[in-house]
């Protein structure tokens, strides 16, 4: 079953990236990612990880050197944050819609101006529509966890498509806390052998083929589609990968979302990233005041978890959505294609706006939200536009 | 350095029916270079004319695997291919990234950089075309002192950034200058190249009828005056010691160059250079042969 480690969540990626044998690292540093490439770094120099380590000029080129590596076959890793991902934009775009498997681990931060270290997830949601899985870690546990399973999906030949773990800045990334950690012989009969996929798409001198050149109108739609048909097997693959996990660590990630206390409740808060856990620190005070509500993580947000987030739903009075994450002039990202999956259900969908450049997120705060869902209920107003909580609004005076 | 025509395979690795313009000096240098590996190499592809002439989905016009990339990204993706192969332990695939002059020149110069300081074991061949052709002939930094451009229409202001200098900067162990127009000498850079371990450059000189203003049976003409004309000197840098090439070699005393307007006459780029532009570019090729003079002499 492994050990235990007091270690952040930027050593849990890691630790999981050396326990998954990784072959080609590419990458940048940036606060608060850094962390997790210097202990790669140092994991590579030690020997205790037989990596190829290119120690890139910028993101950009992280990337594009992590494509060069998945089309060899090999299996390839970055890590990188806020800034840098909008840096390495173009071509994280690239891996995704040409189908290159390896995992990137982001960690959550808010874009400047005005520069911010600390966590908000626009980041990584500018990045919803590339092709890439993505999945949010409430914990170091699930940090851990989560990337050495994205080895799997990534690589899983009905998929084969990038995977992206993103965990929070400084709360998740720097804040040290007990991981337990499979062992090594485990992960290898779980993972398969680095290296040994057989892409659709491999260079080979011996059988040449030509990636990404032109394609005109009537072939390209056809690329897309299968993409998306990559991302529905994703569904399934995700599950599956979950569960055998389990049974090599006990424990079992078998769903897209992770509902807490809903099957009797009548209002449910919809949350993803570090702060679940002070969602469900909530639901349980609610519940002693005698409110009937429960709370869900969103494990991913691609492939959106639709189906797993409307039998959740189905018989609730309302439902919140807390963003971590604005659309100007729209309003939070998650709150929108939440309220799109549920339209036909007819039920309010309260969105609130949270933490923006890491303010935090407290246990009260969630509390109010929850109080709010039930003013509106008893009020029947339906709902109002998004909610900012903890806005100072005395600025705007 | 002797190679002849005849040692060369048979096989083509650029087939017919690709999409290049007619004269093309970017699918000659294909050619030769598929020659020159036989066949045995990754190509490696960002956006330039080179995305087109492969010819669209579900065909390709080269025979050997062709990663295309982003602009920026070719000498990063090398990188990558390079350190995969090593992991999986093939050792013997040449990764060879084959950019435009803007690809390499302007845009991707970053990770150009970055890959030449690592020493990346990768062939980067520049073929230099002197303007963004794929997009309908704009200037680039490689684009010479004078010439006409869809962004410079009274002549580019600014005289030719001389890449294989900054890479050769770099210290990496092969650095050279090769025209498209002179078959052998660039075979066999390449060919040196491939033997070489860590990072090698080469910059092929590129005349392409459709941006240059020329007709397409003039292709080669215009690139062996160019080096006649000493506007283009064949070299490399092997291990920091210069060396001049080919017909290269003869026209350090500038008495043994073509008039350099016999180059520019025949190129519709240059038709509305005036007589004060033309001396200026002179007084610019001529400091340039003194650096490479220098350069020789320093050794
Ligand atoms: C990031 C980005 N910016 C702009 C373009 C548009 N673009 C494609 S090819 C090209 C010019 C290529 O010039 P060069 O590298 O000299 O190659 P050539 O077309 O001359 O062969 C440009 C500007 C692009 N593909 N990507
Ligand atoms: S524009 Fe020039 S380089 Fe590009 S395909 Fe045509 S001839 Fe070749
Ligand atoms: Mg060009």
Redesign the pocket.
């Known amino acids: 079953m492994g050990v235990s480690k007091v270690l952040t969540g930027n050593y849990a990626v890691a630790n999981a990236v050396k326990l998954a044998k990784v072959q080609v690292v590419a990458a940048y540093p940036i606060t608060p990612q850094t962390t997790i490439v210097e202990k790669i770094a140092q994991f590579v120099e030690n020997g205790e990880l037989n990596a190829k380590y290119i120690r890139v000029e910028s993101e950009h080129s992280a990337m594009a050197a992590c494509i060069g590596a998945s089309a060899t076959g090999a299996r390839a890793f970055t890590a990188t944050s806020s800034h840098g991902l909008m840096y390495m934009s173009e071509v994280v775009w690239w891996a995704g819609l040409g189908k290159f498997p390896m995992v990137m681990a982001v960690v959550t931060r808010a874009l400047a101006p005005p520069w911010s270290i600390w966590s908000e997830h626009n980041d990584v949601l500018a990045h919803r529509d590339c092709g890439w899985i993505i999945f949010f870690a409430e914990d170091n546990q699930e940090v851990l966890d989560l990337t050495i399973q994205s080895f799997r999906i990534s690589e899983d030949e009905k998929v084969l498509q990038p995977v992206m773990v993103t965990l929070d800045a400084f709360i998740l990334s720097h804040t040290a806390t007990p991981v337990s950690i499979p062992n090594q012989s485990d992960v290898d009969g779980y993972l398969p052998p680095p290296g040994s996929r057989r892409l659709p798409f491999i260079l080979d001198p011996a059988n040449p083929l030509t990636h990404g050149n032109l394609a005109y109108p009537r072939n390209f739609m056809e690329f897309r589609y299968e993409i998306e048909r990559s991302m529905g097997n994703a569904r399934r693959i995700i599950v599956e990968a979950g569960r055998e996990y389990g049974k090599i660590t006990g424990r079992y990630y078998d769903s897209l979302i992770e509902p807490y206390r809903c099957s009797d409740a009548d209002a449910v808060l919809i949350c993803m990233g570090s702060s679940a856990g002070d969602a469900k620190d909530a639901v349980d005070i609610l519940r002693d005041e005698g409110y009937n509500i429960g709370a869900v993580k969103l494990r991913t947000i691609r492939p959106f978890p639709y189906e797993e987030l409307r039998d959740i739903c189905r018989n609730k009075r309302i439902i919140g959505v807390v963003d971590r994450d604005y659309s100007f002039g729209f309003g939070g990202i998650m709150h929108g294609e939440i309220k799109s999956a549920l339209s036909d259900l007819h039920i309010p969908v309260q969105g609130f706006i949270a933490g923006l450049g890491g303010r935090d997120i407290r246990v009260e705060d969630f509390i109010q939200m929850g109080r709010k869902l039930y003013h509106i209920i008893e009020s029947g107003v339906g709902e109002f536009p998004p909610i900012w909580i903890n806005l100072r609004r005395e600025v705007f005076r | 350095m002797s190679i002849s025509i005849r040692d060369l395979p048979l096989e083509e690795y650029v087939l017919l029916g690709n ?9 000659i240098g294909l050619r030769m270079l598929g020659k020159a590996l036989e066949g045995k190499f990754i190509l490696v592809v960002p956006a ?3 995305s ?2 492969q010819g669209p989905y579900p065909k390709s016009a080269i025979k050997v695997p062709v990663l295309n990339i982003a602009f920026a990204a070719s000498a990063a993706t090398a990188s990558g291919i390079r350190a995969g192969f090593e992991a999986l332990g093939k050792k013997d695939v040449q990764v060879v990234v084959w950019a ?1 002059d803007g690809g390499t020149a302007d845009i991707g110069i970053q990770a150009l950089s970055g890959a030449a300081e690592r020493n990346e074991n990768i062939i980067y061949i520049c ?1 230099d ?1 002197e303007a963004y ?2 997009t309908g ?1 704009q200037r680039s930094s490689a684009t010479p002192y004078g010439a006409w451009t869809t962004t410079t229409w009274r002549g580019k202001t600014e005289f030719k950034k001389n890449v294989p200098l900054i890479m050769a900067a770099h210290r990496v162990p092969y650095v050279a200058t090769a025209s498209i127009a002179y078959p052998l000498d660039f075979i066999a850079k390449v060919r040196k190249a491939a033997k070489i371990n860590g990072f090698k450059y080469i910059h092929l000189h ?1 005349p ?5 203003r020329f007709p ?1 049976d003039k ?1 080669i003409e215009v690139g062996r005056l160019a080096v006649l004309t000493g506007m283009w000197v064949l070299y490399e840098i092997e291990n920091g010691v210069f060396r001049l090439t080919g017909v290269s070699k003869s026209l350090l005393d500038k008495s043994k160059r073509k008039p350099i307007e016999d180059y520019l006459k025949l190129q519709g780029r240059f038709s509305k250079i005036s007589d004060e532009q033309i001396d200026l570019l002179k007084r610019h090729v001529d400091e340039l042969w003194m650096e490479y003079k220098h350069l020789m002499e320093s050794g």
């Open positions: 999409a290049a313009c007619p004269g093309c000096p970017a699918s330039c004319c080179t087109i002439i435009g073929y075309n052709m794929n002939i590129a392409c009828p459709t941006g240059w397409s292709t």
